[in-house]
């Protein structure tokens, strides 16, 4: 059964809650939120403690006044950690969730037991700094023009999606960043570009598995691969039949190589 909590002091963090165990932490992407993971939190409850969050400004968590630093999410993660009284837990990433597991390295490597990196990427430290910003303004220009986020949901779901044929992960996509919080997510999409963490990647010594979808096109398999030969001991699961959100556009062999990932490390 799934509850949900929220998590102060503010801005509060919203999660939902499922099964008990070691606590496994499940990270949407840039255009997400806590529900992306109906299909995944309660075939991982059954094993784990699983936590599925609204990062701030997301979902049902608060948004927040001023700026957004990218290291504001880890942060977020060892206060979430701190209310379920763990010194460790089990981080999987999806996109921007896995970046944020990567600053979470940054600052609290003592308190990750394993990683899970989805559909992510190393950050934006090969762009110079004219290519970022300018990568920051062709993304918030639709939305500093009038558009909500519910505008350009189809438009961004087509991207992402591995089969277009696929409706119902479409329309999960389109319900998914129809539900952002406008400001918030300028917000993020400025902190995600200017908070780089290539650098972090010799330096994870936990057991990690690196997943990608066979049909990403935004951080293709080549992407995923290279990430995985950076990180000491990295495993790699390529997803068949899904683009880049692949623990919803197959969720069954998503959820499937990572029980296999984190039940084996109970064995060793």
Known sequence: MISSHRIGPAP???VNECGAGELLILMHGIGGNKRNWITNIEVFGQYFKTVAWDARGYGESDDYPGELNFSDFADDLSRVMDYYNVEKAHL???SMGGRIAFSFCEKYS???ASLVLCDTHKGFKHFSKEQQEDFIR?????LLSGKEPKDIAPVVAKTLIGIAENRQTFDALVDSMSRLHKDSYIKSIEASVRGDHTDVLHKIKVPTLVVVGEFDRL???ELAKDIANKIVGAKLEI???AGHLSNIENSDEFNKVVLNFLLNLRKK
Request: proline share 15%; charged share 25%.
């Open 138 to 142: 062709l993304r918030k220009e639709p």
């Open 219 to 221: 951080t293709p398999p």
């Open 239 to 241: 997803i068949k039949n």
């Open 92 to 94: 999987l990433g999806l």
């Open 110 to 112: 003592h308190r990750i």
């Open 12 to 14: 509060f963090i919203s």
